[in-house]
């Protein structure tokens, strides 16, 4: 069971980014998928999520810049990232709430999001 991050990279503030999430093992469709990102030495902040039912939501940081959407046919779930800040820079993990053991965690909107993958570097610098 994976989960593969890809499309992360160095970008100047005001660009943009898409991040891919490819899910083996488990059936993406059936789950919610979100996306979190970490800053060295700090915690973990959840950024956005979208239900098996196609509905999203967005941290307030990011909202109106950030939009996730989900491929069922590829497995796959993305994270356009638009205008980009220096604030943005960080590793971005792909999470669901499909349970693996002995996964990292988080709790977003009343509901358990587990990740293992290894993340995507996003870097913000002129």
């Known amino acids: 069971v994976q989960l593969v991050e890809s499309g992360g990279g160095l970008v100047q503030p005001g660009g943009s980014l898409r991040l891919s999430c490819a899910a083996s093992?488990?059936?993406?469709?059936?789950?919610?998928m979100g996306w979190a990102r970490q800053v060295p030495g700090k915690g973990l902040e959840w950024v956005s999520g979208i239900y098996n039912d196609g509905e999203t939501y967005y941290a307030d940081s990011v909202k109106g810049r950030f939009t996730i959407s989900r491929d069922n046919s590829k497995n796959t779930v993305y994270l356009q990232m638009n205008t980009l800040k220096s604030d943005d820079a960080a590793v971005y993990y792909c999470?669901?709430?499909?349970?693996?053991?002995?996964?990292?965690?988080?709790?977003?909107?009343?509901?358990?999001?587990?990740?293992w993958g290894q993340g995507t570097q996003v870097t913000v610098s002129s």
């Open positions: 093992g488990f059936v993406l469709s059936s789950y919610a």
């Open positions: 999470a669901t709430d499909y349970a693996r053991p002995g996964s990292n965690w988080y709790r977003v909107k009343g509901r358990n999001m587990f990740y």
